[in-house]
């Protein structure tokens, strides 16, 4: 299968979670959940997405228990209740709706992510026509991500073995005063010398620029990505106003 | 290239002060128009039901309405940003989540995620505090797709905290947790009603005890969300401008001297 163009990936992907929420139907958001999983495994990458997924949806699911499970106030028979805790067929209910909603958008979101290289997101953004700060900013954001975790480790084992910081409070405000400040220094020095740099080499270009990575794309992806989500839009609009077609 | 004649020259200075163009000024208020109309939309309806039907709607177009108003703040604020605001955001989005992760590896109840965004505010102005909020979610948003609709917060965030630069708020330290705490009030607003709607409280479980808290009392969803924004944001955030009040105190001069905004000039 030819690769797909990260603008197609991201267009499919919201038009895919607009659509099974504007239904409102528990089946296609479990199917499409479980779709997202089979998808991940056949591209071998089930740990990453499950890893992923289970990192957002699992505070996000706990928090909605307690909030509409645990204190429903619907009037509806009680399950089980003691003091201001009062759980409800109705409350789990909703929790169950809304779990299921934030599941469809983190697993499709998520797939849609591992699936796109970064490398081809950066070139695909700085061929996009749009203002070339952006695709500068999504590009170094990815590469300074881990070299500033580095560079925090390496600070923080050169403050342990000089003996600095302590214990307690007092300690640990001392231990975060001693990382933060040379590590915001030095990234600020280094912005320093990059804006420099740059703004001597003329960024940002105007004009035709001479691109080294080429995107995979078709007229039919460029197609296929504006058809999809004007009617994926106008299909949430009609599941809507039908309150939902599915079951 | 201009440059002040008392002060030296930097490879940092940006040319001559610009205001921003018809055509930033047109898409902000654009942006700012959305996000209104959203919220008002959203707290004019407040469907009863946050699942399934009308809840169903609600979610996304609150979704829908908060994504759009910050995609269109982004096209106003960035292309007009000098290239040392530009080259600062990326570096800023790196050090939120260094040092939120830093932070968070201590149990601390604190966030501490915008560090970098309100950094950029100090130094470079409100458009870029702005544009590193923005860009910040979006770039957040391929790790955790739930961030998504709070994009417009977070750029509100950068922009208040350039503007609690531009007021010399930030040069006197004491009065940097005061204009945090206004900020935090300010977002927490802005933010409770995509946390409402599209998620249907919060996605932490210590925000979500406190929303379960106010619910069992009788509030309603939103005002129990709300309430929860309330007592969480505004004390992050008075911790995250004392923090980078101090930090930016603590720049050599030499550093601060390209930055154009309040902030990066001390006191004689």
Partial sequence: ?247 | MSTSPSAPPSLLAAPGSRGPSRRSTILGAAGLAVLAGTYIVLLATRPDAVAGGLGEAAALGAFAGYLAAALLLLAAVLPELPTEAVVLIPAALALNIVLGQFVGSVMLPLYLDSIGTVLVGFLAGRRAGAATGLMGTLIWSLFNPTVLPFAAGAGLIGFLAGTAARWGLVRRVYLAPVAGLATGVVAGVVSAPVAAFVFGGTSGVGTGALVAAFRSMGDGLLSAVTKQALISDPGDKAVVFLAVALLVAALPPRLLRGFRSPAARRDP
Avoid: K
């Fill in chain 1, 1 to 247: 299968m030819a690769r797909l163009h990260p603008f197609t990936t991201a267009s499919f992907a919201a038009t895919t979670a607009v659509v099974v929420i504007a239904s409102g139907s528990r089946w296609a958001a479990a199917a499409t959940v479980l779709a997202c999983a089979v998808a991940a495994v056949r591209t071998g990458r089930l740990r990453r997405f499950a890893a992923a997924c289970a990192a957002v949806l699992g505070p996000l699911w706990a928090s909605q228990l307690m909030i509409h499970a645990l204190v429903d106030r619907s009037g509806a028979a009680a399950l089980w209740e003691v003091g201001p805790l009062r759980i409800t067929a109705g409350g789990l209910d909703t929790a169950l709706g809304l779990g299921l909603r934030a599941a469809v958008l983190v697993a499709v979101g998520t797939l849609a992510a591992l699936a796109v290289d970064r490398h081809d997101l950066v070139a695909a953004i700085d061929a996009a026509g749009v203002p070339a700060q952006l695709g500068y900013i999504v590009g170094a954001a990815f590469g300074l991500g881990p070299q500033l975790a580095g560079r925090s480790r390496a600070i923080g084992r050169a403050q342990a073995l000089r003996g600095a910081g302590g214990r307690g409070p007092a300690g640990w405000l001392r231990a975060v005063r001693l990382r933060a400040v040379p590590l915001v220094v030095a990234t600020v020095q280094d912005a320093a010398l990059r804006s420099g740099h740059l703004a001597a080499r003329g960024f940002p270009a105007s004009g035709a620029v001479v691109r080294y990575r080429e995107v995979a794309d078709s007229r039919r992806q460029r197609l296929a990505r504006r058809i999809a989500p004007a009617a994926g839009a106008v299909l949430a609009v009609v599941l809507i106003a039908g309150g939902g077609a599915l079951p």
